[in-house]
């Protein structure tokens, strides 16, 4: 009897679970609000990296992602992912020559790069820097469209969606049995939530707190523009991208920056450094800006793991959604159906914050 699982949440994390399991042969439902794509996933900067900052055991689970995307392109061709390579130097001299060093012996792919090579690199930065980092296999993966394809073809396996809203989980004798929406039951036999920054309220039915803050991320949308930009700008104090639409959005870092007391004010300075920063856009006017709460657990890193003090749920919540994707979809895949966990969740427990 094949297992039923419920997914509360359509984002780029529950699609990537949903579309796991129900290849697994799981009879999958998804529960979203949002519908196909979520609530963060649309506002997200979609940078898939393994870059600075990180730990190497987080390093490992974000390279390991990184390879689960190319796996999963082959499975699922068509989907809106491009290996674009990424420029950066957002970081003093000192700290980018610190990350080079030890990313480099960690494997990770980065070239020193000076001004001739940065230009040949994107052609239309106004003022090339004198030295920058660049790693080849950095990417994008268009986050809504790529959300989307997941589900449709989770649906081609059976899943079904469900649009509404989850009142709260529903409980027997200590153990998650399903999940309540709009006043109705849907049985599960295990219930996955990942809901994001609405993760907290839905994990608090069943009396689980989740240590999570969603600190907000401004990102500015031009119009669609000719092609200025090959791949991903990481720049002091502003990062941007050209989407696969022609539109170059920019954040003053790559969660987007703080809207400040009048976002629309800094949404439009924001873009005013941008088109600054770009020789030939000129034309490239300002559409919109977006305002994403990206869910970040306290520490920083992913929670990725059942619950502890209540059975039949299972928790994924991070704010690097979009390269962690493949991979905690097949990790949790698997730990759900088969109750193998892989090493490199290991530090990812929601237990971790129970100390």
Request: aromatic share 8%.
């Amino acid at each position: 009897m094949a297992k039923q699982v419920i997914v509360i949440g359509a984002g780029i994390i529950g699609a990537s679970i949903a579309w796991h399991l129900a290849k697994a042969g799981a009879r999958v439902t998804v529960v979203s609000e949002s519908g196909p794509g979520g609530v963060a996933t649309p506002n997200s900067f979609a940078w898939i990296n393994a870059s600075w900052g990180n730990p190497e055991t987080y390093f490992r689970l974000r390279t390991r992602a990184m390879t689960e995307w190319m796996r999963l392109a082959k499975e699922l061709p068509g989907l809106p992912l491009a290996w674009c390579g990424g420029l950066c130097w957002d970081l003093p001299a000192d700290r980018l020559e610190a990350y080079a060093a030890e990313h480099s012996s960690w494997g990770y792919g980065i070239e020193r790069v000076g001004r001739e090579r940065a230009a040949r690199i994107e052609p239309n930065l106004a003022e090339p820097p004198d030295l920058a980092l660049y790693v080849a296999e950095e990417g994008v993966a268009e986050p809504v469209a790529t959300a989307k394809a997941l589900l449709a073809d989770a649906e081609r396996r059976r899943a079904r969606i469900v649009a509404g809203a989850v009142d709260a989980l529903a409980l027997s004798n200590g153990k998650v049995t399903g999940v309540v929406v709009s006043g109705e039951i849907f049985a599960a036999d295990e219930v996955v939530i990942a809901a994001g920054a609405g993760a907290p309220a839905i994990a608090a039915t069943a009396g689980i707190e989740l240590p999570i803050e969603t600190p907000p991320g401004l990102i500015v949308h031009s119009r669609p523009y000719k092609k200025l930009l090959n791949g991903l700008v990481l720049a002091e104090k502003l990062h941007m991208r050209q989407t696969a639409e022609g539109r170059i959005i920019a954040g003053s870092d790559f969660g987007g920056g703080d809207p400040g007391e009048n976002p629309e004010a800094t949404a439009r300075e924001l873009f005013a450094a941008m088109k600054a920063m770009l020789s030939g856009g000129d034309g490239l006017e300002f559409d919109f800006h977006t305002v994403g709460y990206r869910p970040t657990p306290t520490d920083g890193f992913p929670i990725v793991s059942r619950a502890d003090s209540v059975g039949g749920l299972y928790i994924a919540v991070t704010h690097s959604g979009i390269t962690l994707a493949p991979a905690i979809g097949l990790f949790a895949a698997r730990e759900i159906l088969d109750n193998e966990r892989d090493a490199l969740l290991a530090p990812y427990a929601l237990s971790r914050f129970a100390q």
